[in-house]
């Protein structure tokens, strides 16, 4: 019983979230288009919850843009797990490189994501340093959506000092052991 009444009241509280956040949504769109613009090599963009819900995006396939997200959520999982695990700190962005281009994740505050596709021809210190700055400004939309929406009641989550040209790191979801040391190769004798 007890159970059932704390994933209500979980799942009511996420909803919440997911309602104020998408309160920001027109200004994230517009620092989407921004960045675009900026670096025309960037062929999607979307913001999204750390949870995996689409806040915004500036993608041609609007079909895949809740697909990506999903996958974002996934890989966002994962990446938090691996620099805790490896003693690296707070997760700051993500870069797969592909055949047929990149994926960048990049931290947006303490709530939020923004994941870009590019083209193979991106100037890749150009996509990082114009993807660092849009995602602290949606971080800062997000976050400041969140914080102001936040009942009276309830105690207000501290507001980030973190300059404006890093995000802020996601919350890490719980302790993971360290990895065990990798095995060294001996060469071995002919």
Not at 29 to 49: F, I, M, N, W, Y
Not at 135 to 141: D, M, P
Request: net charge positive; charged share 25%; glycine share 8%.
């Amino acid at each position: 019983m007890r159970r059932a009444l704390r994933q209500r009241a979980e799942r009511s509280e996420r909803s919440e979230r997911r309602q104020l956040m998408t309160a920001a949504e027109a200004e994230v769109l517009g620092e989407l288009r921004r960045l675009r613009a900026r670096v025309p090599q960037v062929t999607g963009a979307l913001a999204a919850s750390a949870d995996g819900l689409v806040l915004a995006r500036d993608t041609a396939d609007p079909n895949a843009a809740e697909g990506v997200a999903a996958l974002t959520a996934a890989a966002l999982g994962v990446a938090l797990r691996l620099t805790d695990a490896t003693g690296q700190g707070g997760f700051r962005e993500l870069l797969v490189r592909g055949e047929h281009g990149y994926v960048a994740t990049y931290a947006a505050g303490g709530s939020a994501v923004l994941t870009l596709l590019a083209e193979p021809r991106v100037n890749v210190g150009r996509l990082h340093l114009e993807a660092r700055r849009s995602s602290a400004r949606i971080g800062e939309l997000v976050d400041g959506a969140l914080h102001r929406r936040t009942p009276r009641s309830e105690p207000r989550p501290a507001p980030t000092t973190a300059p404006t040209t890093t995000a802020a790191p996601l919350p890490v979801r719980q302790a993971v052991p360290p990895l065990p040391p990798l095995p060294t190769h001996e060469p071995k004798e002919v």
